[in-house]
T-cell receptor
């Protein structure tokens, strides 16, 4: 069983819907990430949270709204998405400390289709 | 700027063949980290290996081996005696000495046929 779990695994939503993706990590890490994987594009970092504080927003449109209530949970709230937002959304976590280049562990992803 | 290039988009082999996946990186940092991940059809990115820039020793783990060469900025991955279960997309990634953020290559899809 993966140390990072994501729900739902599959989501189909209309452009006017509001939905959320949920991520939980069971690894005791203090940093969490959202990545987006579109067809034929490299994996793109969307958001980074260290100790529940957002430390990076990689120019992500405001229709994506992250929330990190504690170090173990991360949400991605979705509102008025576009069909081009259809992608695999991957949550990940790592233990940030005095050294860098720490291994990032990923969940199984949430497959999102916007219709 | 940092960049990872995986020139092989797709590779097909027959079971028991050896296969090498290429990874070339660009960075101006002297301290950096290199990773390989495996992504099966289920979607999860499975961590395979992490190497830091000061450790050029090649590594072997079962049927997997990695060849790190700073002189050519390459971190190639070889699967020996491939199996059908090795079929997946493989990503090479780079992070710098300041953060844990990963810069990914575009991935290589490996198909192993029985």
């Amino acid at each position: 069983e993966t140390g990072v779990t994501q729900t739902p695994r599959h989501l189909v939503m209309g452009m006017t819907n509001k939905k959320s993706l949920k991520c939980e990590q069971h690894l005791g890490h203090n940093a969490m990430y959202w990545y987006k994987q579109s067809a034929k594009k490299p994996l793109e970092l969307m958001f980074v949270y260290n100790f529940k504080e957002q430390t990076e927003n990689n120019s992500v449109p405001s229709r994506f709204s992250p929330e990190c209530p504690n170090s173990s949970h991360l949400f991605l709230h979705l509102h008025t998405l576009q069909p081009e937002d259809s992608a695999l959304y991957l949550c990940a976590s790592s233990q940030v400390g005095q050294t860098s280049g720490n291994t990032i562990y990923f969940g199984e992803g949430s497959w999102l289709t916007v219709v | 700027a940092q960049k990872v290039t995986q020139a092989q988009t797709e590779i097909s082999v027959v079971e028991k063949e050896d296969v090498t996946l290429d990874c070339v990186y660009e960075t101006r940092d002297t301290t950096y980290y290199l990773f390989w991940y495996k992504q099966p059809p289920s979607g999860e990115l499975v961590f395979l290996i992490r190497r830091n820039s000061f450790d050029e020793q090649n590594e072997i783990s079962g049927r997997y081996s990695w060849n790190f060469q700073k002189s050519t900025s390459s971190f190639n991955f070889t699967i020996t005696a491939s199996q059908v279960v090795d079929s997946a997309v493989y990503f090479c990634a780079l992070s710098d000495h300041n953060t844990d953020k990963l810069i990914f290559g575009t991935g290589t899809r490996l198909q192993v046929f029985p």
